[in-house]
C-alpha cells in the first residue's frame, strides 16, 4: 500500500507507519535536538527540517498546515487529542463514544471524521492506526503544565468548547465561588445542576408553610444537548444580576414561569444589542 504525507517535511512511501516507526512511542521520537541546550529546539527530522517543537513537526510537517504559531494551534490539537482519545479505550471510557461532541452538527463530524482518515490516524471503522496512537501519546506528553490538569476526552472538549484561556476559565470559577457564597444566603436562589445527564439551571423558591419551611424549584433551563459550557455562561449572566432574583421570583409566582424565561430572553438580546454580554448596570 503506497501511502504519502502531505507537507515539506516527513513523507513515507510504499510503508505503514509502524513499518518504519515504532508505534508504541509518541510520534516524533525520532527527532534531534540541535540547540545549545540538550533536548532544546530547533529539533531536527532525517530531511534536515528544523522545528521550533514536535507539535510544529506534526502540524507543518506531517499534516501540512500552515503557521503554526497561531494562539488557536494548541487547541486545535487539543480538541485533536481529546478526540482521538475517545476513540482509544486506553485513556477514555468507552461509553463516552457515543456521545454527540459536536452539539449535533453531522457534516462537521462527517468532515472530522473524514480528516482522521485521509491523515492516516484512523481507520474507517473509527478506530486508531498505529501512528494514530502514536499521536495522541505524542499530544498528551507536549501539554503545558496547566493544560495536563485536564481531564481527556469529552470533559476537555466540554471546558474549551469557546477556546477560552484557562486564566479566564479560573476567573470566572472565582467569580462564581464568591457569588455562590451570598447566594446560599437568599431566600430565592438559582442554581447549576444537572438531570440524568443534562445541564441545568434552576430557581429554587423558599416558602414558610403550615407544617415545615420548604424549598422548591419553580422554574428550570436544561441544555438537552449536554451542553455545559453553555449553561455556565448563563448561571454566570445570572450571577451577576443576583440584586434581581427576588423580583424574578415575584414574577414566576405571579405569572408562571413562562413570563420569567421571556423576560430573561429579552434581558438577554439587550446586553448583546448593548455590546457587552456580561456587564453589570443593564437593564432588568
Known amino acids: 500500500m503506497v501511502r504519502t504525507y502531505f507537507g515539506s517535511g516527513l513523507r513515507w512511501d510504499g510503508e505503514e507507519y509502524g513499518e518504519g516507526r515504532h508505534p ?10 540541535a540547540g545549545d541546550v ?18 510544529e513537526a506534526f ?29 482509544d479505550s486506553r485513556f477514555v471510557d468507552g461509553q ?8 449535533g452538527d453531522g457534516h462537521l463530524q462527517q468532515f472530522f471524521a473524514a480528516y482522521m482518515v485521509a491523515a492516516g490516524l484512523m481507520h474507517r471503522q473509527h478506530e486508531l492506526t498505529g501512528e494514530g496512537r502514536a499521536v495522541l501519546l505524542m499530544l ?61 439551571v434552576k430557581l429554587i423558591s423558599f416558602k414558610i408553610t403550615n407544617e415545615i419551611p420548604l424549598r422548591s424549584t419553580i422554574w428550570s433551563m436544561s441544555w438537552e444537548d449536554g451542553d455545559r459550557h453553555a449553561r455556565d455562561r448563563f448561571y454566570l449572566w445570572l450571577l451577576k444580576r443576583i440584586d434581581r432574583w427576588d423580583a424574578w421570583t415575584k414574577m414566576v409566582e405571579d405569572n408562571g ?11 438577554a438580546f439587550a446586553d448583546r444589542q448593548g455590546g457587552a454580554e456580561f456587564t453589570d448596570g443593564e437593564p432588568s
Open 96 to 103: 463516552e463514544r457515543v456521545r454527540d461532541i459536536f452539539r
Open 257 to 267: 414561569t413562562r413570563a420569567l424565561t421571556e423576560h430573561l430572553m429579552k434581558l
Open 140 to 200: 498528551i506528553a507536549t501539554r503545558s503544565l496547566d493544560e495536563s490538569e485536564d481531564e481527556l476526552g469529552l470533559d476537555w472538549i466540554s471546558a474549551n468548547r469557546a477556546l477560552v484561556s484557562r486564566a479566564d476559565r479560573e476567573m470566572a470559577a472565582d467569580l462564581v465561588k464568591q457569588r455562590e457564597m451570598a447566594a446560599s444566603r437568599m431566600k430565592h436562589r438559582f442554581a447549576a445542576d444537572t438531570i440524568d445527564g443534562d445541564p441545568m
Open 24 to 33: 508504541d512511542l509518541p510520534w516524533g521520537y525520532w527527532l534531534t535536538s
Open 59 to 87: 502540524w507543518s510537517g506531517r499534516l501540512g498546515l500552515p503557521e503554526f504559531h497561531y494562539r488557536w494551534v494548541d487547541a486545535v490539537l487539543g480538541f485533536m487529542m481529546s478526540y482521538l482519545a475517545i476513540h
Open 38 to 55: 540538550h533536548g532544546e529546539p530547533p529539533l531536527v527530522d532525517e530531511e534536515g527540517n528544523h522545528w521550533s517543537s514536535v507539535r
